[in-house]
T-cell receptor, first 119, second 113 residues
Framework: DAMVIQNPRYQVTQFGKPVTLSCSQT?????MYWYQQKSSQAPKLLFH???????NEADTPDNFQSRRPNTSFCFLDIRSPGLGDAAMYLC??????????????????FGPGTRLLVL | DQQVKQNSPSLSVQEGRISILNCDYT??????FLWYKKYPAEGPTFLIS?????DKNEDGRFTVFLNKSAKHLSLHIVPSQPGDSAVYFC????????????FGGGTRVLVKP
């Protein structure tokens, strides 16, 4: 089945030790997103790629970086994880960003998430 | 400042009855609204959406109502089934913001047999 895959499902890292989370998709979608979801809170968009174009949210900390080497893969790099970065990280994809007023928008398809624990 | 709010963190309903989930938003630029459903250990999955030019959209047991003047939307599930037990997220987007989603905090629904 076409899907969004995230590896690993659980990641434990040490305070300050760089960590990389992985996302891959078989949907051949142009857009890939990374969200951070802390316990009992709303998923919060960190950044997204439209093809190779990177779009960072204004309030995303510099500690968070992303790479998209090809259409299928997107990585989230946390350069120096702090205790406050412990969260569920969700990857999502969409075919595009297009939409018309009054019309439907491109659906975002989510992966199962990676839960990050920082010790 | 939360632009999308789900004020009820949880909801318990008897099987066969109606579940009503509420969502409020503050940004008048939002013109498209969605509901996502999330089971434990899975990512959110798209459930139903509504454009701001409509006030109602129905898909099987799921109906979303939009009240633009009140900046309020609701999801009705009729009849509720045990498999509907999940966390439901309301989300909104603005075409001017390129389809980026702003999520509410979620409502956990428990449907009792």
């Amino acid at each position: 089945d076409a899907m969004v895959i995230q590896n690993p499902r659980y990641q434990v890292t040490q305070f300050g030790k760089p960590v990389t989370l992985s996302c891959s998709q078989t949907l051949n979608h142009n857009v890939m997103y990374w969200y951070q979801q802390k316990s009992s809170q709303a998923p919060k968009l960190l950044f997204h790629y439209y093809d190779k174009d990177f779009n960072n949210e204004a309030d995303t900390p510099d500690n968070f970086q992303s790479r998209r080497p090809n259409t299928s893969f997107c990585f989230l790099d946390i350069r120096s994880p702090g205790l406050g970065d412990a969260a569920m990280y969700l990857c999502a994809t969409s075919r595009g960003l297009a939409g018309a007023i009054g019309g439907d928008r491109e659906t975002q398809y989510f992966g199962p998430g990676t839960r990050l624990l920082v010790l | 400042d939360q632009q999308v709010k789900q004020n009820s963190p949880s909801l318990s309903v008897q099987e066969g009855r109606i579940s009503i989930l509420n969502c409020d938003y503050t940004n008048s630029m939002f013109d498209y609204f969605l509901w996502y459903k999330k089971y434990p250990a899975e990512g959110p999955t798209f459930l139903i959406s509504i454009s701001s030019i409509k006030d109602k959209n129905e898909d099987g047991r799921f109906t979303v109502f939009l009240n633009k003047s009140a900046k309020h939307l609701s999801l009705h599930i009729v009849p509720s089934q045990p498999g509907d037990s999940a966390v439901y997220f309301c989300a909104a987007s603005a075409i001017a913001a390129g389809n980026k989603l702003t999520f509410g905090g979620g409502t956990r629904v428990l449907v009792k047999p």
